[in-house]
């Protein structure tokens, strides 16, 4: 009996210390996110610029390319190689280029999706010879019930893993709040990039699924970079307006002096050509192709600079050619340029050309489409390009009603830091409890069995036991 009450007491102690260790856990990420906000101070662009650089991502492909790009390969633009020199490409292993992040929370899953299907010499036929709009319509869904049986069966698991996935983090996240009682099969609904009620089969609704949810995906995506750098910009200039609250009038003085003077260092740099204009062509064609610009010839250029040779310009491509142009505003040497403006300016400008030069909106640029816009008089007499710096990200009521929303989230933090705190230090004490219960426990067991041995003694020399 002892025994057993022993054991149990254990049991209930282990089951403290997993308790207790997750809610440290937990209280530990709380206190991270409701610490006070980082003091400005020379320097913290850059610091900032690198924090946000770790998930800011290039700006994904549309469907079309997403689901082609598995089969052509990409590579980064080589914009500083002089490629009249170079005499013969050697060649490269396609399969050692991966394509691009698209950001979205199922990328590895699509990606996985687009390897398997190229592997079927059908389907891949049927995609090279598909146009944009019979993609996206889901016609090109269908021949999804002509591949081959071995490749079925490696996208029924690809959907399964990908199920299994997201049901993992369905549960993780209610864990976390501790819920019970909840349907995961029903919250598998928000996720529509694949069909949920069949998690087994892998079926042309889940490619006509996949191929729509991505196009839906990408085509606001750059709307949401554009929403989370506005955030970045407001959240950097709060953080600079609190740590000059904490400053001394002379040290305040001496920070605004400071601030305005890198931001006029900063203004002060070489005018900007348009992008897509010819004056900007021809600058990557002199300094970055290291050609003769009075040889300047359209179609030569975009030749040069499809880098894969697929008869398109594809977004990265098409960024690659203002690295010129970015290059004489930004450099990541400078305290007072910061490289997340540098990617939203570069952003903008692959905006900007693609909505001149993508006619028919497929997010990829021909050669003819190419050839049509060097044709338009804004190719030869843009106007000024304005900078970042010439333009407000947010107005003073924007701003205040970010810093309001903070302090709501800052105060909610802290309740829910308190509570944590408290049902620390509860299951502490119950912990406290249940060692010195196992302690107790262990004294009288051990006694047991002291008095066990005291009433039965020592063996004698001739084998006989003594009472």
């Not at 650089?53 to 492909?61: A, V």
Request: contains cysteine; negative net charge; hydrophobic residues 35%.
């Amino acid at each position: 009996m002892a025994a057993r009450r022993r054991e149990r007491a254990v049991g209930r102690s282990t089951e403290q210390s997993r308790r207790l260790g997750a809610l440290e856990a937990s209280l530990f990420l709380a206190s991270i996110q409701q610490a006070e906000p980082r003091s400005w101070r020379p320097g913290f662009v850059k610091l900032a610029a690198s924090r946000w650089m770790k998930w800011r991502t290039i700006l994904p492909q549309c469907c079309f390319f997403l689901v082609t790009c598995a089969l052509t390969a990409l590579e980064a633009v080589p914009i500083d190689i002089d490629k009249t020199k170079v005499k013969a490409a050697q060649p490269v292993d396609s399969a050692k280029i991966e394509p691009p992040d698209t950001g979205l929370y199922y990328d590895e899953y699509l990606k996985q999706v687009i390897d398997v299907l190229e592997t079927d010499s059908h389907f891949r036929e049927k995609l090279q010879k598909a146009d944009i709009e019979e993609i996206k319509s889901g016609r090109l869904s269908k021949e999804l019930d002509l591949v081959s049986h071995h490749v079925r069966t490696k996208l029924d698991e690809l959907k399964r893993q990908e199920v299994a996935r997201l049901r993992m983090l369905i549960k993780a996240k209610l864990d976390s709040f501790q819920d019970t009682g909840i349907d995961h099969h029903a919250l598998l609904k928000q996720f529509d990039h694949l069909n949920h009620l069949n998690p087994n089969k892998f079926e042309s609704t889940d490619l006509d699924m996949l191929i729509k949810a991505a196009t839906s995906d990408l085509e606001h995506y750059d709307k949401a970079r554009h929403e989370e750098f506005k955030k970045y910009e407001m959240m950097k200039e709060h953080e600079r307006r609190e740590y000059l609250k904490t400053l001394s009038e002379e040290k305040r003085k001496e920070e605004e002096s400071k601030f305005a003077e890198m931001k006029k260092k900063h203004e002060n740099h070489p005018k900007v050509n348009h992008p897509g204009s010819k004056d900007q062509l021809k600058e990557v064609w002199e300094e970055a192709d290291g050609l003769d610009p009075n040889d300047f010839d359209p179609k030569t250029f975009f030749k040069l600079h499809d880098v894969n040779s697929d008869g398109f310009l594809d977004e990265q491509e098409l960024e690659a050619l203002f690295t010129k142009e970015l290059e004489k505003v930004y450099d990541p040497k400078n305290e007072e340029d910061d490289m997340v403006e540098m990617e939203e300016e570069r952003l903008r400008m692959r905006e900007h050309v693609m909505n001149e030069v993508d006619t028919n909106k497929d997010r990829l640029v021909t050669l003819e489409e190419f050839l049509k816009a060097t044709e338009k008089k804004e190719f030869l007499e843009p106007d000024s390009w304005e900078t970042l710096d010439q333009q407000q990200f947010f107005t003073e009521e924007e701003l205040k009603e970010y810093e309001n929303l903070i302090s709501v989230q800052e105060s909610k933090l802290k309740e829910k830091a308190d509570e944590l705190q408290k049902q620390k230090e509860d299951l502490q004490r119950q912990h406290e409890q249940l060692e010195a219960q196992k302690l107790e426990y262990h004294q009288v067991v051990q006694q047991m069995e002291q008095k066990k041995l005291q009433q039965i003694s020592p063996s004698a020399p001739g084998g006989e036991s003594k009472i």
